[in-house]
């Protein structure tokens, strides 16, 4: 059973900077896409960013020109690079893969807050 899982979270002042990285326990060839989706408090979960096995992306509006999605497949790592993080950016941050079989694999999450 392949699993994702997430690490960078934290707390981050307006304006800030953090990567978050999603490691699979086996070769993310094995996903034709990758996502990172977000759940901010009393809202439903919505896609971030997503990056397909030949290396698209495609970005939320909300975070286009300061968020940036890439893929080390050496590492089997998929990484959210977020610059300029604004409140509204507070949320448990999941990533998100679908296999080859279209079978749908998720992460624990991992918790931002950006506050001053």
């Known amino acids: 059973q392949v699993q994702l899982v997430e690490s960078g979270g934290g707390l981050v002042q307006p304006g800030g900077s953090l990567r978050l990285s999603c490691a699979a326990s086996g070769s993310i060839f094995s996903f034709s896409t990758m996502a990172w989706c977000r759940q901010a408090p009393g809202k439903q979960r919505e896609l971030v960013a997503h990056?397909?096995?030949?290396?698209?992306?495609n970005y939320v509006d909300s975070v286009k020109g300061r968020f940036t999605i890439s893929r080390d497949n050496a590492k089997n790592t998929v990484y959210l690079q977020m610059d300029s993080l604004k409140q509204e950016g507070t949320a448990v941050y999941y990533c998100?893969?679908?296999?080859?079989?279209?079978?749908?694999?998720w992460g624990q999450g991992t918790q931002v807050t950006v506050s001053s």
């Open positions: 998100y893969g679908q296999l080859l079989d279209g079978r749908a694999i």
């Open positions: 990056i397909t096995r030949g290396g698209n992306t």
